[in-house]
Structure formats: structure tokens, C-alpha cells
């Protein structure tokens, strides 16, 4: 982009990815991709359609390593209001009360976990009159997974993983229009409208999973 340090990319097809650890060949429309330089980040943006490659229960064990702390696996449990017996808190950043206004408090670091207060499924998921989902809240939210999902050992040794604990990783969830709809498999109707930092930044097409899997 001209007079930024961010690089813009797109396709006119599918990238055709063969997954060889999960199983699943799959066609990727890239909508946007972007790399900030000063940042080292990038963020993408598609539609992935996926198919199976062999037996589902010889690469059951890699699907269950990539599901079980992600973000995909959160949804799911915030749907059901069974955040704590998958293993999920969450923490919503502090509102500015001070002078009656609810501005959300800045600066503040996201290891500073005093500037977070919990909250529960019930403050963070809206059901309408159709019984259809949307999340709703303002700010920074701060998902903290309890147990050590398999691809944290990679990444404390590849890489530094900002807010990662000695037990579990954390993520933290930024809306940028709310609300954001949600069906019942735990896909968002716009998923480039969520930002991540922390652990769930690190998840790409390699461990992405479609939205029919089930663990079994």
C-alpha cells in the first residue's frame, strides 16, 4: 500500500493446499492477505472448502491436537455455556468508570491480567427472539485456555508467544464492528471482523479444521 509498510496480496483462484498431516485437501479462496512489516504480522481472509484425503481415523489423533484449545473449540463451548467444563475463563478489560463514562481504559499491557474482571457466556452471547447467536461485547477479551494444547510446544520454541502461561496460553479476542453472528457450529458470519493476538494469532490453514468436524 503506497506510504505504508503494509503488503497486499490477493488471488483470482483457489490455492489448492493438500494437508498431509490432517487429511484434508483444501481449496482456499484468498479474499485478502496482508503483511505489516513493521509489525512482522499478517492477517488473511477466505472461504476454504475441504475434503478428505484417506481415512478420517488415521489422522484422528493430528484433528484432536489441533482442536482442543482452539478458537473453533471455544466458540463451541461458549454456544453450549459450557466455557469452565472445557477448560476456558474469560476476562473482559476494565471499563473506565471513573468519571461515569464506560470508555475502555488504555494503555494497557495484556499480560496485566488486574485489568481484566470476568465474565461469563451468558454477559458475552445474545439469542434473539429466532433463536439466532451473536456475540456481543466491547473491547479486549482475554480467553485463557487451562490446559496445554499440542501446539504450544512448538511455539515456545519457535517463537515467542506473548501471554503464554506455565500451564494453558491465552488469547485475547478484539471485536471490530459488534455484534458478530454465530451459527451453532461455531463459525462467524464474518470472521475477518475479529482480531487475535496471543496464541489463537498462530492459527492458520495447517491446523484449521472444518466447521462439521466433531472430536470423537
Not at 490477493?10 to 493446499?17: C, E, F, G, N, Q
Not at 478489560?93 to 468519571?99: G, Q, S, Y
Not at 458475552?124 to 473491547?139: A, E, M, P, T, V
Request: charged share 20%.
Amino acid at each position: 500500500a503506497p506510504g505504508s509498510n503494509i503488503f497486499f496480496a490477493y488471488a483470482d483462484k483457489p490455492l489448492v493446499i493438500d494437508n498431509a498431516m490432517l487429511g484434508y485437501k483444501i481449496s482456499f479462496d484468498l479474499v485478502e492477505f496482508s503483511y505489516d512489516d513493521a509489525t512482522a504480522r499478517s492477517d488473511f481472509v477466505g472461504y476454504c472448502r475441504y475434503e478428505e484425503t484417506g481415512d478420517t481415523k488415521k489422522y484422528g489423533k493430528n484433528r484432536k491436537h489441533c482442536y482442543f484449545g482452539s478458537s473453533l473449540h471455544f466458540y463451541r463451548g461458549l454456544l453450549a455455556h459450557q466455557l469452565p467444563q472445557q477448560g476456558f475463563g474469560t476476562f473482559l478489560l476494565k471499563a473506565d468508570t471513573a468519571k461515569g463514562n464506560t470508555k475502555t481504559a488504555l494503555p494497557v499491557q495484556e499480560d496485566d491480567l488486574d485489568a481484566f474482571v470476568p465474565v461469563t457466556a451468558q454477559q458475552l452471547l445474545y439469542i434473539d427472539s429466532n433463536n439466532n447467536f451473536s456475540i456481543r461485547f466491547k473491547g479486549k477479551l482475554l480467553v485463557q485456555y487451562y490446559h496445554d494444547p499440542y501446539g504450544k510446544a512448538y511455539l515456545s520454541q519457535n517463537v515467542f508467544v506473548k501471554g503464554a502461561l506455565n500451564k494453558g496460553i491465552e488469547s485475547y479476542l478484539t471485536i471490530k464492528s459488534s455484534p458478530v453472528d454465530i451459527n451453532n457450529t461455531g463459525a462467524l458470519s464474518d470472521a475477518s471482523a475479529v482480531s487475535y493476538t496471543g496464541y489463537w494469532l498462530y492459527e492458520r490453514l495447517a491446523n484449521r479444521l472444518p466447521y462439521d468436524y466433531q472430536p470423537e
